[in-house]
């Protein structure tokens, strides 16, 4: 299969690489930012196009990874230079990124009118394992789409689990994506306390990985929220945008998340206070004494 990529940034450009490194046939990329897409097309041989539109139609598999949804309903359109103005017959599109259930199926509509395929295929995963082809999928959407681009998705992932119908993988990429977030800002709180209580956190964190507040993202963040090394793999404003996915689903549903809802007001914070762009464990600046207000 021809494959494209249309958002070729961290986590796009990492996937691009690994296809390539295994054979795959990566014939077009775009970007949103012109230059990211120029130089990963000459890296890995490929054309850099100017327009999604001119992915589809070099392409049999396009891998969407954009940033919102905004950003996906505005490819997804039958608009000069967008992914479905030459038609999507026989096409398949694989949308990576983490947005609403709604918006999945809203482009699941609109590419089927179109006359191709999409899936969804959420990664509870980061950078190195984009590179290294060992991502967590969690795909939904037609069977028989899943099935025909399943060896490729294989060469994406270590493990890989198909959920069901459109909207039920971005539902559990949702709520992964709340836990993670409202863990990472708990432990904010606790190495902050900790530190204003006068206690070593290396001692601290080194406690609680042997306790009941030990989790994954201790592991992942806590060294970076004690040294301050907020180099980002999942940035706060990311986080921000998912938590208030995870929020909303959740008034939807008619309950009250009171954790979900302090989370995405942090996350928020940081952006408003242009610490979007740091990694999510930033969050530990609004929590260390003499840090960020």
């Known amino acids: 299969m021809r494959i494209g990529f249309v958002g070729v940034g ?8 690994r296809l390539k490194e295994c054979g795959c ?11 990211a897409a120029q130089a990963l097309a000459a890296e890995i041989g490929a054309r850099a196009c100017p327009q999604p539109g001119d992915v589809a139609a070099a392409s049999d598999l396009v891998f969407t990874v954009v940033s919102d949804d905004a950003a996906m309903l505005s490819i997804f359109t039958t608009a000069p230079g967008q992914l479905l103005e030459r038609g999507a017959a026989g096409k398949v599109f694989v949308n990576c990124a983490t947005v609403a259930p709604a918006t999945h199926l809203e482009v699941e ?3 089927g009118r179109a006359g191709g395929q999409s899936l969804e295929a959420c990664m509870a995963s980061s950078i190195p394992q984009a590179r290294a082809g060992t991502l967590y999928l969690m795909c939904a959407g037609a069977r028989d789409a899943f099935t025909r681009v399943e060896p490729v998705m294989q060469k994406l992932a270590s493990a890989m689990r198909y959920v069901g119908a459109t909207g039920e993988a971005a539902k559990v990429k949702a709520l992964v994506n709340m836990v993670m977030n409202i863990n990472t800002a708990a432990l904010a709180e606790g190495l902050g306390l900790g530190a204003a209580l006068g206690l070593d956190l290396t001692m601290l964190r080194e406690v609680f990985a042997q306790t009941g507040a030990a989790s994954q993202v201790l592991k992942t963040d806590g060294e970076d929220m004690q040294n301050r090394e907020h ?3 999942f940035s706060a404003a990311h986080a921000a945008k998912d ?7 959740g008034l939807g549903a008619g309950l009250d998340l009171p954790l979900a809802r302090a989370t995405r007001a942090q996350y928020e914070r940081m952006v408003a206070l242009g610490l979007g762009e740091l990694d999510k464990s930033g969050i530990a600046e609004l929590t260390f004494k003499g840090r960020h207000a």
Request: a positive charge; proline letters at 3%.
């Open 10 to 17: 961290r986590m796009g450009a990492n996937m691009a690489r």
């Open 231 to 233: 180099g980002c793999f």
């Open 25 to 35: 046939e990566v014939v077009a990329v775009a970007d949103a930012h012109a230059p």
């Open 109 to 111: 509509q609109r590419v």
């Open 243 to 249: 938590s208030r996915i995870a929020h909303e689903l």
